[in-house]
């Protein structure tokens, strides 16, 4: 009867995200799983990731083997099934025994003693088949789309979109992409400590760094790792945050201020990565407001400033969709729009969101996006800058809310291509054919991220 914690913390986390809407990532980061040794919190994390990348894979194996429909199984039953076929699939240090007991344990465990004979009956079979089973079964699918789905474990949906824009082979590229782990990417802070000690430290502890060419002041980690207990996090030396993520930051702090004192409005700044870049890059006297609509969230960006030595960023509950509470007349130099979006473009590190999103959601998503970004653009003083930007590969979210902005605020211009070349960056294999820049986690090996820089006429 006997079940690993980390398979049972896999177990309940993998139930939640499909009950609750729940994230995996901030589950597992979550105080309940804190007691995890290193390694049970790794393989917990590795099991959970796992079977929600792979999940159509493996709810077409389930079918296979079961003879049944996932829909006729019990919620817990799949899940278990999931976990085996995970391990038995893509893990080959766990023995195959292993992954079929732990599996029918932990079915006994939620006293569903009955479907425990099914699990393992489902298991053995995968097991005596092997691995080579998906590629063959999939191979006889006659619909190239459902087959191309079940490859690469992405929506049918999503991929018809990406084919019809990129073409098979290079949606096959981006989804087999999400389906890695996504590269450990941070962001020195000299406001704690110098970056060459920050480097000296890394390299003394065997962590291998290379530097960004999407982010200037970046790097991503090649070797060695660092826990969330090592020095250079706790102190605050380093920020672990995507390269697209900070490249938006980058190109939102323009750095030819006005000789008066800058103003500079981030809406929907929570968690406050983008904000506190921002506040590293202008100038200290920079006169910062940020807002979000969740009070929680705002909390949690007062424990980063804290954390990362930043101060003088003015914290504002707000809703970034209706009227602002900022006096009429008194604009900012600068405002950064992050909207809320599908978040299509983070699913290394978010492979729920596939599962839960749909066509319907990217418009209502679009239609806001429309709403926030003519509101913000209120509240840009003339000669200033409007950045937008999205963590999705998807280009209703992007282009077309640009396209929609500008068919009603002619004074707006595109000038990310100017920013990326101030930033010295090469803007040809960034910006796209008709507005803004776009990062692709196949090609960039980053986050997806959609940003435009649009500077308001004088």
Known sequence: MKVSAARRAAFEILLRVEAEDAYAGNLLSSARYSGLSREDHALAQEL??????????????????????????????????????????????VPPHA??????????EQKLKSAAPLVNAVLRAAQREGHATTGDLSSSIKDPLVRLSIETS????????????????????????????????FRFNP????????????????????????????????????????????????????????????????????ARTPRA??????????????????????FIVAGDLHLHRLRTMKELMARSGVSGINLIQLDAAKELPFADGQGFDLVLLDAPCSGLGTLERHPEIKWRMNEEKIRELA?????????????????????????????????????????SHSEYRDITRERLTELGLDPVGLLTPTFGART???RHGTESFFACVMWKRR
């Open 440 to 442: 692709f986690t196949h």
């Open 99 to 108: 992954a079929v007991n732990e599996s029918v344990n932990l079915i006994r």
């Open 48 to 93: 959970t990731l796992g079977v929600l990348r792979w999940r159509a894979r493996l709810d077409f194996l389930i079918e296979h083997y079961a003879r049944r429909k996932i829909s006729r199984l019990d919620q817990a039953v799949v899940i278990a099934l999931r976990l085996g076929l995970y391990q038995l699939h893509h893990l080959t240090r």
């Open 154 to 185: 992405h929506p049918a949906w999503l991929l018809e979109r990406w084919v019809k824009r990129f073409g098979e082979d290079e949606a096959r590229a981006l989804a087999t992409a999400n389906n890695s782990p996504a590269r450990a990417a």
């Open 367 to 407: 239609a806001l996006q429309k709403q926030l970004l003519a509101n913000a653009a209120r509240h840009v003083r003339a000669g200033g800058l409007l950045t937008y930007s999205v963590c999705s590969t998807e280009f209703d979210e992007g282009e077309e809310v640009i396209a929609w902005f500008r068919d």
């Open 191 to 258: 406001r704690r400590t110098p970056e060459e000690s920050t480097r000296a430290w890394l390299a003394e502890h065997s962590v291998g760094i290379r530097d960004s060419a999407i982010a200037p002041h970046a790097a991503v980690i090649e070797s060695g790792s660092l826990t969330a207990n090592a020095e250079p996090v706790q102190q605050g030396w380093i920020y672990f945050q995507d390269e697209a993520s900070q490249l938006v930051a980058h190109l939102a702090a323009e750095s030819g201020h006005p």
């Open 265 to 286: 409005l981030d809406l929907c700044a929570a968690p406050g990565s983008k904000t506190t870049l921002m506040a590293l890059l202008l100038p200290e006297d920079t």
